[in-house]
């Protein structure tokens, strides 16, 4: 449509307003059409890579009832960050109000993350009368993919994986129909034009028929299926049947890790788990996340290999269209949507579908190549996915859902800034990976990426930080990284620079925790930060991990810290928690108990003999090695068969034993401010009741630290938490209420998790002081 300036008539003002935020493909605009032509305005509304823009003409009361309903009546799947406005002086229309075509230009906006089928669909889905029965990809503008199927800005079928599918006459019309929530649903379907599922063998050949009957059938004959669903494909198998879990344990050769389960509704899971109160609730929200929930006595026993001697089971409800279309056709496919009210027997065994260490496959092709051998059959379709994104992780906490993986539905959601600076990007860290790009007043922390420990990781990596780049539309400034240079991942972090002839700036682990909290905080002010975890390079060539630091910035110092215990044989250390133990025996005084309470480990008495001797050692000052050697002198575990697989055992231990007083001599404090633990060491070497140790640990663990921290630091200060160690939810809960009582306040990270996976919201805001730092 052209339009042409006309004097504005004097009754009447018009306005031309900005809206910011994640507004592209929503259904934003069709949002401001009804809401105009309610109110009576004339003008327009269109998209551009700045967001959405509106020049609305009318009454100045009119023109203000618009402005408070776009926030008030937003789309469910918007999320507005501003709304400005200026007088435009005159009007390009005078009759009607219209919906522009989309404006090109530099990107400033984001597309939202993507999220779980609203109700609305599913009552097509499951309704033999609509042409949507039964359709797999069946999508509106309130629901569905987003982030995982976008190419560029703006979000436009065309700048999608769905510009191969030409809308038929019926899906135009309602894509024209402005007042449904179709209008502008950039990439709605249907069976007639959209794309089609289909159901492939071990060897990839298709099978003739029903792909929805047939992946169920495979999977009640106990075969595991990839399954291609939103962000990735997944692997679904009967989470009843043990030969199919222990099969699949094999292939993926992950022999205790557990798996997450998926359940029709949240009535449907009861039977397994304990719900506290806001849990169902978490479970249901659109963002679809995997919800860790306690276990009840018989979980283990009615889903036996899923989360072996854990005290939680990662619960999941359907999120994509055809995982709803698994459950129906469980159900006996009944017409209407009744059904998903009511227990369903179904519980389906959901893992990433990847070999092990490496990204979520996403390709039809790539699933046929890198399943092989794993998956006994594929469920896909011929849209592609354009963004891995793995599924999201979370607890209920106090305060809100605490995050402990970050992926889809939460992913790339903004975390909002201070001020605006410099555009850097940030890297993260080999382990737990996240990337984070900066644009302006805006973090963009990517999804999940995991473990940079193979080439396919070191691709998917690379691969995020070309696609968020190119989706933001920045140059970064500045490359920060982690200071410790992992051989193996640094490289292409080295060679990016180059290539691109931009500075590095290396940024210690430990100053990256504390900063991401204080940027989820939008808080600039310099603050003392506790963090707590696994132990990573100092600056003084130590593995610290249990570090009280003053942050100032792009500065930080190191104030105290716990008494470093020498270690032998670190890089094992890191699997073995009885490497661990025996570090704290020697530390103790009782060296000589290592080979006889290790008599199983073959290396017992040469690391004995290498601890008792001056060959170099070193240092760690970490609360996570800790958690880990309490766990082996407990008699809990003395290997670990993955990351965090202590610590859990710790923490079940600790659960199933109950409330406990801290032993009160416990630990000590140094003249120096460093906290000691080894008189907590000293009594678990002999603790009968493992229950009773793990709870008296974290118990202790949490009153010694809250000791320090209140001796350390003024009345009522502020301490930002941050660190592995505080994504084991028993120990935190009682880290957060001893703190609480000696009268500080304590920050936590909530939007990104507390792990390594806020690595690089913190490098990205350490690098943005230091760039302003360095501006004259």
């Known amino acids: 449509m052209q339009t042409t300036r006309h004097p504005l008539p ?31 305005l004339t003008g327009w509304v269109r998209t551009d890579p700045r967001g959405v823009e509106i020049e609305a003409c009318g009454t100045p009361d009119q023109i203000e009832a618009l402005i408070k309903r776009l926030r008030h009546d937003a789309p469910p799947m918007a999320r507005i960050d501003a709304i400005t406005s200026r007088f435009a002086g005159s009007v390009s229309v005078s009759e009607d109000f219209f919906i ?100 492939l063998d071990a060897s990839g050949n298709e099978v003739a028929g029903d792909a929805i009957a047939h992946a169920w059938q495979a999977i009640q004959r106990g075969e595991i ?11 679904f198998a009967d989470a009843r049947n043990a030969k199919a879990v222990a099969r699949l344990r094999e292939r993926k ?54 989360a072996p001697d854990l005290p939680r089971l990662g619960v ?83 305060g809100g859902l605490q995050l402990i993986r970050r992926g889809r539905g939460h992913a790339p959601a903004t975390v909002k800034l201070t001020h605006p600076g410099p555009s850097v990007l940030a890297v993260g860290g080999p382990s737990g990976n996240a ?51 992992d051989v193996f991942s640094y490289a292409p972090i080295r060679d990016m620079a180059r290539q691109r002839v931009i500075p590095m700036l290396a940024v210690q682990h430990h100053h990256a925790h504390v900063a991401a909290v204080l940027a989820e905080h939008q808080l600039d002010e310099p603050m003392c930060g506790l963090v707590l975890d696994g132990g990573e390079a100092g600056v003084d060539g130590t593995l610290w991990g249990g570090e009280l630091l003053w942050v100032d910035g792009a500065h930080f110092e ?14 094992e250390a890191a699997h073995e928690p009885w490497r661990l133990a025996a570090a704290v025996l020697h530390h103790i005084g009782c060296n000589m108990e290592i080979t006889r309470r290790f008599a199983a480990q073959a290396e017992a008495p040469r690391l004995a003999a290498q601890l008792d001797s001056d060959a170099e050692k070193a240092d760690s000052s970490s609360l996570g090695c800790l958690f880990d050697a309490a766990a082996a002198l407990l008699g809990l575990t003395q290997t670990s068969a993955f990351p965090s697989h202590a610590e859990l055992l710790m923490e079940g231990a600790a659960e199933n034993f109950g409330t406990i007083e801290p032993l009160a001599s416990g630990w000590r404090i140094t003249a120096e401010g460093q906290l000691d633990f080894s008189p907590l060491f000293l009594h678990l070497r002999s603790e009968s009741d493992a229950r009773r140790g793990a709870a008296l640990y974290f118990a202790t663990t949490a009153a ?19 660190g592995r160690c505080l994504q084991n939810r028993f120990f935190a809960r009682e880290l957060r209420f001893r703190i609480g009582e000696c009268g500080l306040q304590t920050l936590e990270a909530r939007r990104a998790p507390p792990n390594d996976g806020n690595l690089a919201l913190g490098q990205a805001w350490i690098a943005q002081h230091y760039l302003l730092d360095e501006t004259p």
Not at 103 to 124: F, H, K, N
Not at 162 to 185: M, Q, T
Not at 457 to 465: M, N, P, R, S, W
Request: aromatic fraction near 8%; proline fraction near 7%; glycine fraction near 6%.
């Open 558 to 571: 190191r104030r105290a810290h716990l008494v470093p215990i020498g270690l032998a044989g670190t890089s």
């Open 225 to 235: 299926v990839a399954v291609k669903g939103t962000g990735g494909f997944h692997l």
């Open 704 to 722: 010694a630290l809250a000791d320090w921290l209140r001796k350390l630091l003024p009345a009522n200060s502020r301490v930002a938490l941050s």
């Open 10 to 40: 004097p009754s009447l003002t018009c306005q031309r307003i900005r809206v910011s935020g994640i507004v592209q493909g929503v259904g934003f605009r069709p949002t401001v059409w009804r809401l105009a032509k309610a109110l009576g």
């Open 253 to 306: 050769h992950r022999p205790v890790k557990p798996f997450p389960v998926m359940f029709a509704n949240s009535r449907s899971a009861i039977p397994y788990v304990q719900f506290k109160v806001g849990e169902p609730g978490w479970l249901t929200s659109p963002e679809r996340p995997i919800i860790l929930l306690d276990k009840r006595p018989q979980c283990d026993e009615r889903l036996p290999g899923i």
């Open 435 to 485: 990337v984070c790009i900066t644009r302006g007043d805006e973090a963009f922390l990517s999804q999940h990426l995991g473990e940079l420990s193979n080439p396919a990781a070191l691709a998917g990596f690379e691969e995020t930080i070309r696609h968020l780049l190119k989706m933001l539309d920045v140059s970064p400034m500045l490359i920060a990284h982690d200071l410790h240079r």
């Open 100 to 199: 522009l075509d989309s404006l090109g230009g530099r990107a400033a906006t984001m597309i939202g993350p993507d999220i779980a089928v609203c109700r609305d669909c599913l009552s097509e889905m499951f309704d033999p009368e609509n042409r949507r029965w039964r359709y797999a990809l069946t999508d509106c503008a309130h629901c569905g993919s987003r982030y995982s199927v976008c190419n560029s800005l703006p979000f436009e079928r065309e700048h999608t994986s769905y510009k191969l599918f030409s809308p038929c006459r019926k899906c135009n019309a309602e894509y024209r129909r402005l007042d449904g929530r179709r209008a502008h649903a950039e990439i709605l379907c249907c069976p007639k034009c959209g794309p089609q599922l289909r159901f």
């Open 316 to 398: 999941i409800l359907p999120f994509a269209p055809v995982h709803y279309l698994l459950f129906h056709e469980a159900a006996g496919r009944p017409a209407g949507t009744a059904w998903l009210e009511q227990d369903q027997e179904l519980a389906l065994l959901m893992s990433s579908a990847n070999p092990p260490d490496e990204p979520i496959v996403i390709g039809n092709d790539e699933a046929l190549a890198r399943l092989a051998g794993i998956a006994d059959a594929y469920l896909i379709d011929n849209a592609d996915i354009v963004t891995r994104c793995d599924d999201s992780i979370a607890y209920s906490a106090l």
